[in-house]
């Protein structure tokens, strides 16, 4: 059994910062890759960053250069470092983790961002 406890999200004014924590737990291997996704209201759960399994990043165009995905492997802990926020990056925040025998999702975690 795989659980993925994602938390830090919130309302915050454009501008600001927020950091969201990934923190896994149970039975993990064969790792493809572990990450963040967000879905806002009536659009499609799209990718914002993620790690490869060879430990590169990826992040989505349109939050490049503000927002940063790192990692704490002893506490098998992913981060999102947000900043710089935008009302466009309102949405439920998604952690995931692909594994060879499939895609697990934390929760969600609400960001709201206000102008």
């Known amino acids: 059994q795989v659980q993925l406890v994602g938390s830090g999200g919130g309302l915050v004014q454009a501008g600001g910062s927020l950091r969201l924590s990934c923190a896994a737990s149970?039975?993990?291997?064969?790792?493809?890759?572990m990450g963040w996704y967000r879905q806002a209201p009536g659009k499609q759960r799209d990718v914002v960053a993620r790690?490869?399994?060879?430990?590169?990043?990826y992040y989505a165009d349109s939050v490049e250069g503000r927002i940063t995905i790192y990692r704490d492997n002893a506490k098998k802990t992913v981060y999102l470092q947000m900043n710089s926020l935008k009302p466009e990056d309102t949405a439920v925040y998604y952690c995931?983790?692909?594994?060879?025998?499939?895609?697990?999702w934390g929760q969600g975690t609400q960001v709201t961002v206000c102008s």
């Open positions: 995931n983790l692909r594994m060879t025998q499939g895609d697990f």
């Open positions: 149970g039975s993990i291997f064969s790792v493809n890759g």
């Open positions: 790690f490869s399994s060879a430990g590169s990043t």
